[in-house]
């Protein structure tokens, strides 16, 4: 056997190993194994492209487990910065009037005092964050991007570092839902992935950024299923797969499931905010726990239904069974702004709009947008009737049909 | 082709078609047209055991059906009532002191006023409903048998009709959840069929008594799978089918799901109150409806993992699709009277046995008991590594391991 041959078939027993061994159980056991097996001699650069208050959540827990699996990756995570100056209040603990009297630029702030004082403040973040307001110099040498940003800046930020990427980099995007019309809907991981000619998976689940941050226990699932056909990560570098990305991501209070369908975990964020609405319309009648469970069980179905039928790759399990699934919707449903702005709206007899404008200060509703660009992708294909809580939602969205016809509506 | 082979093709033919056919939007014509292809000369009676606040409910619904099919079934709906005295209070509309100046019978009582004053108050039930205090009289003649009785009585009753039953009748079984001890588990709708030598299915959804009696809008599943050994009905009757069923217990506010599987219908109403203590922990520590979410999803998977290893007739889609499985288990995590003892008591510190005395006024909380038999069963088996979140929430229970824990102990 050449030891080319032999090389290749030692990482593919490192590949089959990692791929078998949770991380949580014997993180530094099989971290070390696969390392041996390997005999990796580079490390993964990790950068974060984003640095709201979910890509702060996302960086903080990269950079702990950057730091708990150094076999694996570089310490230093390097997270983009759409840079801005920020006033630090005095009330802040580490304000000093000789350096903070006047706006500072947010970047260098959170590069001094560990915290993303504007966006997550009261976090620490872990100092091997390195927050940098220029994207091509965040992005250097990075062979694994996570993007966090919002979703309409998504295609100019693909454009800067287009070409400034190493080729075989891989990608993950924690941006919730999809984008739809009635011309198609188009993952925000396939933009990414397509943009950059590299391949981008999907991170999505019940996951609200304070709470993650804050430590608080919850689930993820993680999406990554790459072509055969990509530039290939040099054999110098651990393998790009799921137990690796479970290394980058998984914490003990971050529980993170791999999954192989990108669009259904896409989906599931974009989709259960209709149903969300669905469910405060119901809850906005006292109709009680179990008119609402009912309607999530349907929402659930009609989630999956729509996923198996526009997309050849997506599994019915990821919507009944992850976190990006049924469990996403069940905390949208609980105390997702969608459904409260619903109930709200059966409650005091008024629009849902003026609710919107009344509680939101300003920002939007998801779901009733989603509903209504979700109808125009059905009524283009002639398949309202195949969704009939998603049509019923935009219907009494639209005061086309009123809330008391929701049973009969899914009779 | 002999007459008697045509009739039974004929006979296929109906129970084909029946089946296909939803009976909320084609009832009157998918009803006429069994019963013309199949012409049978009688119709089904129905009988009701149990008139607690759940069989009442059950026995409005029984009789709405029975007198929207007139095909299909005897109008007259009876109950079984375990028989005693009322007084019915002078604050009651129908309240006539020349009649109720002293306790009644409380058969008399809802056979003259249409309302069982006791134990589903301010509800009108149908005339067609007949309170009958004898259990023999109550099933004489009757070929479809509903029961409704706390599961404690089951084993007696059945002792009681056995041999005064017709022994074509069918069965459902409404009875929630399962009996579970370190030697196994069994369906109380098993115990009713072969005690009985007839057969019974299972009935299970989300659905508390008092929505439903309201027509406030539920789901509900029905699981039915005969096997083809037993007497068979007459042919002068309607086939005693899916749709059959569906026909008897659907209505506008109470949709029923029909599936084959019984053990998965009645296990998710036992399991879940287990899901429901460890959802009221997590409650309790503050951690967000995120944790929360994350486990119930959990939840429902190990409430599946169960029933696939010790069911062969189970499936998957009982648990995550159906109200019986996920709807339930969300209604009961949301407002369930176990989910609120467990919140409680981490809330304030306190033993959940506690709680339990100073919440439910003397009642006991169903979640702590099916929690330790299940442990029981599952250690008798060297299962219990296998069920992380029930065997959690057990430890935690007997003080062996605490909320905390949990994100641990589920990793």
């Known amino acids: 056997m050449s030891s080319r041959a032999a090389a290749r078939l030692a990482r593919v027993a490192g ?11 014997t993180t530094s056991s099989s971290t070390s194994s696969t390392a041996r097996r390997m005999a990796p001699t580079r490390k993964h650069k990790v950068a974060i492209i984003g640095s709201g208050n979910w890509g702060s959540a996302i960086a903080k827990i990269l950079a702990e487990n950057t730091t708990a699996h150094p076999h694996l990756f570089e310490s230093e995570v390097r997270m983009w910065v759409f840079e801005e100056d920020y006033q630090l209040p005095s009330s802040h603990k580490g304000y000093d009037p000789s350096k903070h009297s006047q706006p500072r630029k947010l970047s260098s702030l959170i590069n001094e005092l560990h915290e ?25 040498d ?44 188009s993952l925000f991981s396939d933009v990414i992935g397509r943009k950059l000619g590299i391949y981008c998976g999907a991170l999505s689940g019940a996951n609200i950024a304070n709470e993650v941050a804050e430590e608080k226990f919850c689930e993820t699932t993680i999406a990554y299923d790459p072509p055969g056909t990509l530039t290939p990560c040099p054999e110098e570098f651990p393998v790009i797969d799921h137990s690796l990305w479970k290394h980058l991501f998984h914490r003990p209070y971050f529980h993170v499931s791999m999954i192989h369908d990108v669009a259904g ?3 599931g964020g974009a989709l259960k905010n209709i149903i969300a609405i669905g469910a405060g319309f119901v809850d906005g009648m006292g109709w009680g726990d179990n008119a609402k469970a009912a309607i999530m069980r349907v929402g659930i179905l009609e ?25 996403d919707l069940i905390t949208s449903c609980a105390g997702g702004r969608n459904h409260k702005c619903a109930k709200l ?18 920002q939007k509703l998801q779901g009733t947008l989603t509903a209504m660009e979700v109808n125009e992708f059905l009524k283009a294909r002639g398949k309202e009737k195949d969704f009939p809580l998603m049509t019923a939602v935009h219907k009494i969205l639209i005061r086309e049909a009123s809330v008391e ?7």
């Not at 993303?116 to 250097?140: G, M, R, T």
């Not at 790759?313 to 990821?318: G, M, R």
């Not at 016809?405 to 009779?411: A, G, R, T, V, Y």
Request: aromatic share 6%.
């Open 15 to 25: 590949h089959i190993s990692a791929s078998a061994s949770s991380p949580s159980t």
């Open 116 to 140: 993303n004082v504007k966006y997550l403040p009261n976090i620490a973040l872990p100092p091997n964050i390195v927050a940098d307001p220029s994207i091509l110099s965040a992005v250097k």
């Open 142 to 185: 990075a062979s694994l991007l996570i993007f966090n940003v919002p979703h309409q800046f998504v295609s100019k930020i693909c454009d800067q570092i287009h070409g400034h990427i190493v080729p075989y980099a891989r990608a993950v995007s924690c941006i919730k839902g999809v984008d739809v019309s009635s011309d198609g809907i």
């Open 265 to 267: 975990t896409s989906l």
């Open 303 to 327: 989630m999956r239904k729509f996923g198996l039928m526009f997309f050849d790759s997506c599994k019915s399990e990821t919507f009944t069974e992850e976190s990006c699934g049924v469990a």
């Open 345 to 362: 709206s059966v409650e005091q007899g008024r629009p849902i709009e003026e609710i919107e404008a009344e509680v939101l200060n300003g």
């Open 405 to 411: 016809d929701i049973p009969h509506l899914l009779d």
